[in-house]
């Protein structure tokens, strides 16, 4: 059985900046009031493509804090460097993917790789917050570099589809990132005249967010940055192009916890992130500079 659509959702119609360096339109949450759809995903900004011309000085963004939940980092044009303070850090090119837990808590900067910042060019990066669930709010920060070669694919017998399985199960093929609780993300690249027919669990919140080119997913046409949610009933997800597309689908089981954020703290009671604020003033992430 299908997974019936619940909404197409169109593009936030502002982008906005994080920091100097990441034009973004944030599909929610203040872009759209969905939590309820997308549970375990917690926030969405896609950077589309954008020209940033030749700059001495490095773009991006400064110190900061996080607590509660991971971030993940898809690259797809550009390159995006990362520094924290439990001492990792590294370089994303296109089809690479960082996926960083903050867990307890940790201190990071993100910022434009300084060649590319030196040459300028065409940048597109997604973000993604994934929540934790309380069992692991307070687990130790961890960082996963996930370069394209390390990504699993399925490739299509007349090579027109591409899946990036970046987390998950897509086929019965496992993907590269670690998990604490059922996620999928996969990235699909398809050529004109494509058909590609999968499966998601039935309780998974599910959608899809159209990268490049247009699909008809389930009979329904969806164009080009348009957002798709599904509804949980239903497993089978069909995807037609006429013409080159890209599509990040993500999907998950939902954390049936509550939810008690500030800015870059994401925890369950109002008295843990008053706990995550005491503990970031007093030094507990660690230093980075």
Not at 96 to 121: C, P, R
Not at 243 to 269: C, R, W
Request: aromatic content about 12%; proline content about 6%.
């Amino acid at each position: 059985m299908q997974k019936k659509i619940a909404h197409i959702l169109k593009r936030p119609p502002q982008p906005g900046m994080v920091g100097d360096g990441f034009r973004v339109f944030n599909y929610y949450p203040s872009g759209y009031n969905i939590r309820e759809y997308v549970s375990p995903f917690l926030m969405l900004d896609f950077g589309a493509c954008h020209y940033f011309p030749p700059s001495e000085k490095v773009r991006g963004v400064d110190v900061h804090p996080h607590r509660g939940f991971e971030t993940v980092t898809v690259a797809l044009k550009g390159a995006v460097a990362h520094h924290d303070s439990a001492g990792n850090s590294g370089i994303i090119y296109p089809g690479d993917v960082q996926w960083m837990t903050a867990g307890s808590g940790i201190l990071h900067k993100e910022y434009h790789e300084e060649n590319f910042s030196k040459a300028g060019g065409e940048f597109e990066m997604i973000q993604l917050w994934v929540n934790l669930p309380k069992a692991h709010k307070m687990t130790k920060p961890n960082y996963q570099e996930l370069t394209n070669k390390k990504i699993p694919k399925y490739i299509s017998e007349d090579n027109t589809i591409r899946v990036d399985i970046i987390a998950g199960n897509f086929n019965n093929q496992l993907g590269a990132a670690k998990t604490f609780t059922p996620v999928n993300l996969f990235l699909i690249d398809l050529k004109n005249n494509s058909d590609l027919n999968f499966s998601i669990p039935e309780n998974h919140n599910t959608s899809i967010l159209i990268i490049e080119g247009e699909i008809e997913l389930n009979n329904r046409k969806a164009k080009l940055h348009d957002f798709v949610l599904f509804e949980n009933n239903g497993t089978e997800i069909n995807l037609k192009s006429t013409i080159k597309s890209k599509l990040l689908v993500f999907s998950g089981d939902p954390i049936h916890e509550p939810i008690a954020q500030y800015g870059p703290f994401v925890m369950n009671t109002q008295q843990e992130l008053r706990e995550a604020f005491d503990d970031y003033q007093s030094g507990k992430f660690g230093v980075l500079y």
